[in-house]
């Protein structure tokens, strides 16, 4: 496992968490711990991809970094000043569709501009450019039930680009979908990114589309109380097509490396779940 290189000291962290512990209160008034001293740093332009068993706190993480939820314990900073409310300068591409089935494709993507104070125009000249980018420029007057799931994903990362955060929170963005597209939504993600890199923290359950979109693979242990247990470096060359670059034999090999720590909080989540402790 290689650690991951400290920031260039003119450039600060991105986003940088700093032993953040995360916990709820339950109905008959227990603690629960979903992650505990949480300590991860990303750098301006850096894709770093979050894996773990179901259940172990990478979608809190990304909530802690967006804003939505303020860690017990640690601090969160964003480019060097601490988060006290909502994050806006990330952009947040969520699971389940966020789109207005009232509105067209273009409107989709428009809104948040309009939002912001541009007028309707602008607004929509500069989406009409975003579904252009990701593929769709000729379907943006249909509305999202016209439109196939990668379709819609498509308008869900327009949606959040023309915004032009600095920052992308991703939680499992392509996982409803079936695997040919999801190769083909992972390569159109990073063409995007790399003609305008930001920081990008990305959640999956997926190692292997992980490893291939990421400059850094972060592994979670199984909850409750789950910690930050591996930070591997991809060494892989850019640019990258998903098609091709787990045909490397780096690829395979990195691959055994992460599964080989991963596996055993994969099957202790999974026992944790069913009830199954003696599994592990």
């Known amino acids: 496992m ?32 979903a992650v505990e001293r949480a300590r991860l740093s990303v750098a301006h332009g850096e894709f770093v991809a979050i894996v773990g068993p179901t259940g172990c706190g990478k979608s809190t993480l990304l ?30 591409l969520f699971q389940a569709d966020a789109l ?32 252009t980018l990701v593929g769709l420029g000729a ?31 991703m939680d499992e963005p392509f996982g409803p979908l079936d695997a040919q597209t999801r190769q083909i939504m992972g390569n159109l993600l990073l063409d995007l990114w790399t ?16 490893i291939a979109l990421a400059d850094r693979v972060v592994i979670m242990s199984a909850g409750p109380q789950s910690r930050i247990i591996g930070d591997w470096r991809v060494p892989l060359p850019r640019p990258r097509d998903i098609f091709e670059i787990r045909l490397e034999k780096e690829f ?10 991963l596996k055993d909080e994969v099957l202790k989540g999974y026992a944790q779940s069913t009830g199954e402790t003696s599994a592990v």
């Open 252 to 261: 395979h090999t990195l691959h055994r490396e992460i599964w080989s720590v």
């Open 195 to 210: 003609a305008d890199r930001k920081a990008v923290l990305f959640v999956t359950h997926d190692l292997e589309e992980a």
């Open 63 to 92: 909530n802690v970094a967006a804003g939505l939820l303020k860690p017990a314990a640690g601090t969160v900073r964003i480019f060097n000043e601490p988060l006290t409310g909502l994050n806006r300068q990330a952009g947040y």
């Open 2 to 33: 290689q650690a991951a290189p400290a920031a260039p000291l003119a450039t600060p962290w991105a986003v940088e968490l700093d032993d953040a512990t995360v916990a709820f209160r339950l109905a008959d008034a227990r603690v629960y711990t």
């Open 139 to 169: 379907f943006a007057g249909r509305y999202p039930h016209m439109l196939s799931g990668g379709q819609r994903k498509r308008v869900a990362l327009a949606q959040v680009l023309i915004r032009n955060p600095k920052i992308l929170l």
């Open 100 to 131: 207005f089935p009232w509105k067209t494709a273009v409107d989709n993507v428009a809104i948040g501009l309009e939002i912001s104070g541009a007028s309707r125009a602008e607004a929509h000249a500069a989406a009409q450019k975003w579904l």
